[in-house]
């Protein structure tokens, strides 16, 4: 089945604990982002990656790492989690960036608390 | 200003009923448009995607308005199945320059 996954699904950390999001796609996609959503503000990109070691900030990446080493897996990182990145986050995929009218496939999202 | 607003709702409307709601862009270059929908708490997933001429599938409608800035989706004829929340999502710039911006969605609920 073509699918996004990612782990874990729901996690509360304190602050300054590092912890890594994993996200992987099984659908050999050039193009993967990860995105926050938060209430009233949307859903805003983090960091995207066009392909295999290319990765680009988004619209709000301070306090986030990524890395692509594999075209299938593209983990966030928080190297030093903070009370204001307690969000509800999505990482997804799609075979081209989306401004070519490419569809973005979703994974089911992480849940994080950071207290 | 936010550069993709959608009016939040709740939109609440009888089955069967026609609702249509706006999204509007501030970026005048903007290329690709689309429709996602996402239910609570669930991942958003592509509705449709807006073609300058407009385009329909099934009982939905996207429109693009480039003069005036905005997209639209029409729902008929309204499910239960319909309630969710409706993103417009615009994409500008390619490659490293690119940027994708979700607008806050719209609340639909659809009453028996």
């Known amino acids: 089945e073509a699918q996004v996954t990612q782990n874990p699904r729901y996690l509360i950390t304190v602050t300054g604990k590092k912890l890594t999001v994993t996200c992987s796609q099984n659908m050999n996609h050039e193009y993967m982002s990860w995105y926050r959503q938060d209430p009233g503000l949307g859903l805003r990109q983090i960091y995207y990656?066009?392909?295999?070691?290319?990765?680009d900030k988004g619209d709000v990446p301070e306090g986030y790492k990524v890395s692509r080493k594999e075209k299938r897996n593209f983990p966030l990182i928080l190297e030093s989690p903070s009370p204001n990145q307690t969000s509800l986050y999505f990482c997804a995929s799609s075979p081209m960036p989306p401004e070519i009218s490419y569809e973005q496939y979703f994974g089911p999202g992480t849940r994080l608390t950071v207290t | 200003r936010k550069e993709v607003e959608q009016d939040p709702g709740p939109f609440n409307v009888p089955e069967g009923a026609t609702v249509a709601f706006n999204c509007t862009y501030s970026n005048s270059a903007s290329q690709s448009f689309f429709w996602y929908r996402q239910d609570c708490r669930k991942e958003p997933k592509l509705l449709m995607s807006v073609y300058s001429s407009g385009n329909e599938d099934g009982r939905f409608t996207a429109q693009l308005n480039r003069a005036s800035q905005y997209i639209s989706l029409l729902i008929r004829d309204s499910k239960l199945s319909d309630s969710a929340t409706y993103l417009c999502v615009v994409t500008s710039g390619y490659s490293s320059a690119s940027k994708i911006i979700f607008g806050s969605g719209t609340r639909l609920s659809i009453r028996p």
């Open positions: 990656s066009m392909n295999v070691e290319v990765t």
